[in-house]
């Protein structure tokens, strides 16, 4: 695993897998001083489920014929020894196929049957069918029956011209794209919708997921490829034939889906070595090869530096081989570094942002509870000491002070089930605003209104609409998130001044990111109102399909945001109900440790000390905890070679903090 990319991700999954020990050090620490609530532990389970699942989705999208299954032999499984994907002349992979690793599941091929698509389900929704799909087991100790299992991918089915169209695979409007018939006036289809490969390939154990997706015949045909899977893509790779430079279905693949997000973009001008000419010198077919990447930025208009000429079958020969020279003719080399420069430091600062933010906010949450815990202690001895030589009558008066402190704490109660009330009919507002029945009856208004006009004309203005609409209810949402932030700073405020809490209210939930995945949801469906699609959206069975995708994708962004904020009020609301049970213990503790001093005199010098060991304790567990937090969000800041890259996040103060405790290597 020593070739770039491979050993970057490697990288990132060893950093993943250190901030996940960090993680449960700090989880087991909380756990084991009782200093762990609810929210926090679900902030602390959600961190730890993204960083142990997070998914870095590199996808290939090419022609037919174009090598690009081999290229994906080459970058990511050279060190098996052998091709694990099918990469024979002509065209291989006919449907589009998912490589990645799930370890509740085992290794096997799963495989979606072309029929499907009659049924108007999207894959998201397949996928939770299992019935639906053949599954065959890999045995990843047998490269003969792991290649055999494979071979399934490439199958095909010769179906009437009738049933391809229903299926997509024929469009009488558009006879140039239809492909030939044979003898029997059959079409040539292929038998699966979709392939997922689970197989236990180190990379694909780090989070890679390979998406390889076939030519633009069936990326036409499956909209979920160019409305889901690959804009969720972290990486697109467009993959050219060196000999035929850009061709019209290379462009038309690249204008129709690719074209948007080009920073996300790579193109490589595959099979170079048919370029090798004994009638011309080397510097003439290095020449010809520049030429074809001039052209290709031109026509795809992406810089030249994003475009990459190469070998993919004299890569894959030479890894196999051994063979450094020849890899470095491929011309493989450069391109992982370009994947590793620019794809890997993005996905790691995803998750460095999202380690910092939420380690400070638990530790902000430990540090609030002890505080508070280590005033009251402070209250309670600078009581007891002050009864040092009084006599029982003194004991007396401030046991009735307690009693009328408990009562006049308890009026507190009015007040908090007053803010609870309004809280409540705020929650419930945001999050029927942003409900699931919200979005798909917006989705369900968008249709009628796109079926209700001349030859769908207006399906433009109606998916406009439709977005205008659900970012209307995000921004409602967001609205009510900072009434209802205001509304909860005042009354923390005058508990805190009133009834001596030390309540403080975290960052509220922040929904523009949810509008912008929204923004990227628009400009990848807008591609479907189009003059060239006006003639597919008017199919029904099209439509419906348009439909249920479009919400399956928008309900993951309303859920999401739904969950951001009912955690965010999880967080506030356990902070109030912690709060309150500490006082009633404190109060609790005061009043069993004045009957105590009253009946029996020598009771209070041990009292106090149990207070000042109480008070120590406090203050070393708040030390400890600012020492983990430090630890791990330094571990999250450091690079690939150790540097610390975000120093800054570490809070003043706690730099000796830092270096002491260390975390044990993942």
Request: hydrophobic fraction near 40%; charge should be neutral.
């Amino acid at each position: 695993m020593n070739h770039s990319f491979a050993g970057s991700l490697d990288a990132l999954g060893g950093w993943r897998a250190a901030l996940v020990e960090g993680l449960d050090e700090i989880s087991q620490f909380l756990t084991g001083n009782s200093l762990i609530d609810e929210p926090i532990q679900e902030q602390i389970g959600l961190l730890r489920t993204r960083l142990g699942s997070d998914k870095l989705i590199v996808a290939f999208v090419a022609e037919f014929s174009r090598g690009k299954s081999e290229l994906i032999n080459s970058i990511f499984f050279s060190d098996t020894g052998r091709r694990i994907l099918p990469a024979t002349p002509g065209r291989t992979t006919m449907c589009p196929v998912e490589l990645g690793w799930d370890a509740q599941q085992g290794a096997a091929l799963a495989l979606l049957p072309i029929e499907t698509r009659l049924e108007g389900l999207s894959l998201a929704e397949l996928r939770l069918q299992p019935r639906a799909w053949r599954r065959i087991p890999l045995d990843v100790l047998d490269p003969e029956q792991l290649s055999n299992a494979l071979q399934e991918v490439m199958r095909t089915e010769w179906l009437s011209k009738a049933h391809a169209q229903d299926l997509g695979f024929w469009n009488d409007e558009r006879p140039e794209d239809n492909p030939p018939l044979d003898e029997l006036g059959r079409v040539q289809v292929p038998a699966w919708r979709h392939a997922l490969i689970n197989y236990p390939h180190p990379l694909l154990r780090q989070g890679l997921v390979v998406l390889d997706t076939p030519g633009l015949n069936a990326i036409g045909a499956e909209p979920e490829l160019t409305l889901s899977l690959l804009p969720t893509a972290h990486a697109t790779v467009f993959v050219l034939g060196a000999d035929a430079g850009v061709t019209k279905s290379d462009l038309e693949i690249w204008r129709d889906h690719l074209g948007t997000n080009p920073l996300a973009r790579f193109v490589v001008l595959n099979k170079i070595d048919t370029l090798n000419d004994p009638l011309l010198t080397a510097e003439e077919v290095a020449e010809q090869i520049q030429v074809q990447v001039r052209d290709a930025s031109r026509l795809l208009g992406i810089p030249a530096a994003r475009v990459f000429p190469l070998s993919a079958r004299q890569a894959l020969t030479a890894r196999i081989t051994g063979d450094d020279e020849a890899l470095r003719e491929s011309r493989l080399i450069p391109l992982e570094e370009a994947l590793s420069a620019q794809l890997l430091p993005q996905r790691r600062t995803v998750l460095e942002q999202l380690v910092l933010s939420t380690t400070q906010q638990i530790e902000a949450q430990i540090a609030r509870r002890l505080v508070d815990e280590r005033r009251q202690l402070s209250e309670q001895l600078l009581e007891l000491r002050g009864l040092r030589g009084k006599n029982s009558s003194k004991v007396l008066l401030m046991l009735h002070r307690v009693d009328a402190e408990v009562l006049e704490f308890e009026q507190c109660k009015v007040r908090l089930q007053a803010m609870r009330m309004v809280h409540t009919r705020l929650l419930k507002d945001m999050l029927v605003g942003l409900s699931t029945d919200r979005v798909q009856g917006e989705a369900s208004r968008m249709q009628e209104a796109i079926q209700g006009s001349v030859l769908n004309m207006g399906a433009k203005k109606a998916f406009v609409v439709l977005c205008e609409s659900l970012n209307a209810m995000l921004a409602s949402a967001q609205k009510h998130c900072l009434e209802m932030r205001e509304m909860l700073e005042a009354t923390f405020a005058k508990l805190n001044a009133e009834f001596g809490f030390s309540l403080a209210l975290a960052k509220g939930p922040d929904l523009q990111r949810f509008g912008r995945e929204l923004a990227l949801i628009q400009s990848n469906y807008m591609q479907y109102f189009g003059l060239t699609q006006a003639l597919r959206m008017s199919q029904p069975r099209f439509m419906n399909q348009f439909r249920r995708m479009l919400v399956s994708r928008l309900r993951v962004v309303f859920e999401n945001a739904s969950s951001e904020i009912e955690l965010w009020n999880k967080t506030t609301s356990g902070q109030v109900d912690s709060q309150l049970r500490e006082r009633r213990r404190s109060f609790q503790q005061r009043r069993e440790a004045l009957e105590r001093i009253r009946s029996a005199s020598g009771e209070l010098e041990l009292r106090i000390s149990e207070l000042e060991a109480q008070d120590q304790r406090s203050k070393q567990l708040l030390t400890r905890a600012t020492e983990l937090a430090a630890t791990l969000r330094l571990q999250a800041s450091r690079d690939a070679a150790g540097t610390p890259t975000l120093l800054d996040s570490v809070p003043p103060g706690v730099a000796k903090a830092v270096t002491a405790p260390r975390l044990r290597s993942a």
